[in-house]
């Protein structure tokens, strides 16, 4: 069974930067797209970014362009989501999220595709 943790989070204040990262283990993430989530208090799940099998393809919400990049790095079976330039807006608990591929894709999974989840992590954007 495919397992997701979450690292990286914390408090942060306006203006500023963390690295979220996601380690799999249990399977490789070679046959994987991959996604970060965030959910904020009484807000529902958001979908922040994410990253086709291949790699060659990303994207944003349209609330985070031009400030987060997602990125993967299959040797070490990881996917991390760079942020900078924090709003407090960005609040939220991060999950990352994988989506399972029979073959080698630029495609970019469906938000229903990805059924594995990590447990999350806290990231608080506040001065």
């Known amino acids: 069974q495919l397992q997701l943790v979450e690292s990286g989070g914390g408090l942060v204040q306006p203006g500023g930067s963390l690295r979220l990262s996601c380690v799999a283990s249990?399977?490789?993430?070679?046959?994987?797209?991959l996604g970060w989530f965030r959910q904020a208090p009484g807000k529902e799940r958001e979908r922040v970014s994410s990253?086709?099998?291949?790699?060659?393809?990303?994207n944003y919400a349209d609330s985070v362009k031009g400030r987060f990049t997602i990125s993967r790095d299959n040797a070490k079976n990881t996917v991390v989501l760079q942020m900078v330039s924090l709003k407090p807006e960005d609040t939220a608990v991060y999950y990352c999220?994988?989506?399972?591929?029979?073959?080698?894709?630029?495609?970019?999974?469906?938000?229903?595709?990805?059924?594995?989840w990590g447990q999350g992590t806290q990231v608080t954007v506040s001065s």
């Open positions: 249990g399977y490789s993430l070679d046959n994987y797209g």
């Open positions: 990253i086709s099998v291949s790699g060659r393809s990303t």
């Open positions: 999220a994988a989506a399972h591929y029979l073959y080698y894709s630029d495609a970019l999974p469906a938000t229903y595709e990805f059924t594995s």
